[in-house]
């Protein structure tokens, strides 16, 4: 099956301070998403972005799918964004998708 | 908010017991996949069920199980629940139309004793 690693796993941030997250994965893809969970366990989606650059507010992220990885970057961090960050990835089978996701990057943004 | 919900938020069952979860999709979504998240890891793929039939299925046994309905709502079910099923069960939602994008609801957090 798909491997898929993020690093780094923990990373400490003074707030204002930027950020990027990376995720390789072992195959190609068709899907890919970046997840924020918060500490209640909720998945927050942040991107759908099986390839290309795509920017929401302070966040943006960028996947190469040809050399099988995705970049997530956080810009003048804020307490607000502590918590986990998932990258996973899928490939479309039968009727569905079955995503795969890394082990994800603790943040934790602090004063 | 995703649109998708799950019932109950939290369940206390004890080993060998049977658990029922529920999840109702995000409208107009006819595709729900169930993961599993121990703690301190990512969610893992449990099973996939599209227009009311199984779809796909990762490393689980048999006695993890679900349905789907006509409004595509969903359940998982496990039966002789053991002390690792303890977990956050997350549901996700997609729309066939809508491309491959999956939304979660905020899950069931099961402990067994």
């Known amino acids: 099956g798909i491997q898929v690693e993020q690093s780094p796993p923990d990373l400490i941030l003074q707030e204002g301070a930027n950020s990027t997250l990376r995720c390789n994965f072992s195959d190609s893809v068709n899907n890919l998403q970046w997840f924020h969970q918060n500490p209640w366990g909720q998945l927050i989606n942040l991107f759908y972005i099986p390839s290309g650059t795509k920017q929401n507010g302070r966040l943006s992220a960028t996947t190469v799918a040809t050399e099988r990885y995705s970049l997530l970057y956080i810009s003048s961090s804020q307490t607000t964004d502590s918590g986990v960050y998932f990258c996973a990835v899928g490939l479309l089978t039968g009727g569905g998708n079955k995503l795969t996701f890394g082990t994800g990057t603790q943040l934790k943004v602090e004063l | 908010e995703t649109g998708v919900t799950q019932s109950p938020t939290h369940l206390i069952k004890t080993r060998g017991q049977q658990v029922t979860l529920r999840c109702s999709s995000q409208?107009?979504?006819?595709?729900v996949s169930w993961y599993q998240q121990a703690l301190g890891q990512g969610p893992q793929f449990i099973f996939q069920?599209?227009?009311?039939?199984?779809?796909g299925r990762g490393n689980f046994p048999p006695r993890f199980s679900g349905l789907q309905f006509p409004n595509y709502s969903s359940e998982l079910n496990v039966n002789a629940l053991e002390l690792d099923d303890s977990a956050l069960y997350l549901c996700?939602?997609?729309?066939?139309?809508?491309?491959?994008?999956?939304?979660f609801g905020p899950g069931t957090r099961l402990t067994v004793l």
């Open positions: 409208s107009g979504h006819n595709t």
């Open positions: 069920y599209y227009r009311e039939e199984e779809n």
């Open positions: 996700a939602s997609r729309g066939g139309g809508q491309g491959n994008e999956q939304f």
